[in-house]
Every structure is written in C-alpha cells, then in structure tokens.
C-alpha cells in the first residue's frame, strides 16, 4: 500500500492529471483522486474526462504496484485529463466504512476483544463483517444497534495518522483482524484510522470526517458461519442515497 492521495486529500474529487501509460480500457495516471479498494472496500468509480471525451472509470486493477484504472471502453486515452470520483459512492463506502469501525468497536469492547475474520461493503447500502466470536449471543449482538446510532448522533470526529509497523503491533487491538495485518506502505508505516474518544484501528479505507455524517444504521441479519464465525449485515436506512 502506498500513501493514497485519497488519504491526504479526502475532499478531493476532481483531479486534473497526465495519463503516463494506457492500454485498451485502462490508464495508469500519473496521480489519481480514486481509492483503489481494498480490506472489504470496493474501488472509487467516476469519470475521466479529456478535450473533446470522457469515459466512466469502472473499477481499480492494482498490479505490481500499479493501479490501473479500467474503462467502460476500449480506448486508450493520452495526456491530460480530468478525474472524477463519483461524490455519491465515495460518501456511500466512507458511511459504511465508519458504521463498520463502530460496529467493531462495540464488538471489541462488549465481547472480550473478539476479533474480525472478514468485512465487505456493498454498493447496495449494506455491509457485513464477520467476528471471532464462539460464544456470542446473537441477541446480545441484536441489541448493539442503539448504541451504533447513538455514536452516529454523537458526532464523533475522526482522525488518521501514520505509525511504525513495530508500534502498531504492540498496541492491544490496534490490528484487530484476527488474519491480516494491513500491509504497510511502502516507507513501512501503517494507517491508523480514529474515532475520537471510541477506536483505534489500522485501516487504509475512506472514511466519513465526523460519525453524524453517516445515515442511521439498522442491524439486518446475523448468521451463525461455522463453529466460530457470526456474520453481521448492517445497512443504511433507506438504501442507496
Ligand atoms: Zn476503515
């Protein structure tokens, strides 16, 4: 993972930049407003616009270090051009994104620091992500619900910041996916991402600037997944923006 320009410069959408390399239906920019997905988030899509075109941007390929950015067509656009992030998908992933970190942290607090073992956000308005949790009472998990809207209500702030991968380890829960550690990036920091005053936790997703950002969330489904595994979907109230 390298340092995104999502990550520095969140409010940035449109990005005027320079195709440096393009095969057909993909372009590698030379600097790109797109999150490329990753951890359970799907890539930013939008628009790349030139004189005289445009073409949507329908999803990130990273290869090798590269991200190359696929197109709805065959073409093989050069020079300058104009990136658009699509504002009403990135404000989709960046509320579920942080309804999942609070949803985490009520787990984590409540269960004995129970851990993830998976997370994927949709583009339908829903998300689920699967904790460790032998035990768990699934009306227990039920009733989390209020509490995740009353951080949403609080308006709580979030804040990132970079740490070394030796001090990220070493602090409890900090990495709080039972699996994976997120990679670092490529001066071997890592991405902590913060809800003032609730969590800490690794993280190289996007995510809303303050909690009263997200629509309210309603718990919709918890699936027992194997012996250790519980499965819980959330969704936005009313769906798709
Ligand atoms: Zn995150």
């Given at each position: 993972m390298s340092r995104y320009f999502c990550h520095e410069h969140p409010d940035v959408l449109i990005l005027e930049t320079r195709v440096e390399a393009a095969r057909p239906g993909a372009v590698l920019?030379?600097?790109?407003?797109?999150?490329?997905?990753?951890?359970?988030?799907?890539?930013?899509?939008?628009?790349?616009?030139?004189?005289?075109?445009?073409?949507?941007?329908?999803?990130?390929?990273?290869?090798?270090?590269?991200?190359?950015?696929?197109?709805?067509?065959?073409?093989?656009?050069?020079?300058?051009?104009?990136?658009?992030?699509?504002?009403?998908?990135r404000s989709l992933m960046a509320q579920l994104h942080t309804d999942t970190h609070i949803l985490n942290a009520l787990v984590f607090q409540d269960f004995q620091g129970a851990l993830v073992t998976g997370a994927q956000l949709n583009e339908d308005g829903t998300a689920r992500m699967d904790f460790d949790l032998p035990e768990a009472d699934n009306d227990r998990l039920r009733a989390l619900e209020p509490a995740i809207n009353d951080v949403i209500r609080q308006d709580l702030p979030l804040r990132d910041a970079y740490v070394s991968e030796a001090a990220a380890l070493a602090e409890r829960g900090l990495v709080r996916n039972r699996s994976v550690?997120?990679?670092?990036?490529?001066?071997?920091?890592?991405?902590?991402?913060?809800?003032?005053?609730?969590?800490?936790?690794?993280?190289?997703?996007?995510?809303?600037?303050?909690?009263?950002?997200?629509?309210?969330?309603?718990?919709?489904?918890?699936?027992?997944?194997?012996?250790?595994?519980?499965?819980?979907?959330?969704?936005?109230?009313?769906?798709?923006?």
């Open positions: 920019l030379e600097q790109s407003p797109f999150h490329p997905g990753g951890g359970g988030q799907l890539a930013d899509r939008g628009v790349l616009r030139w004189s005289g075109g445009e073409v949507r941007v329908t999803g990130i390929e990273a290869v090798g270090g590269l991200y190359w950015h696929r197109l709805a067509e065959p073409i093989e656009p050069a020079g300058v051009v104009e990136t658009v992030v699509d504002s009403a998908f550690a997120p990679p670092p990036t490529s001066d071997g920091a890592i991405r902590v991402v913060e809800i003032v005053g609730l969590d800490r936790q690794a993280c190289g997703g996007t995510h809303l600037s303050s909690t009263a950002g997200s629509r309210p969330v309603r718990i919709l489904k918890i699936d027992n997944k194997g012996r250790h595994n519980r499965r819980i979907k959330i969704g936005l109230a009313g769906g798709i923006p």
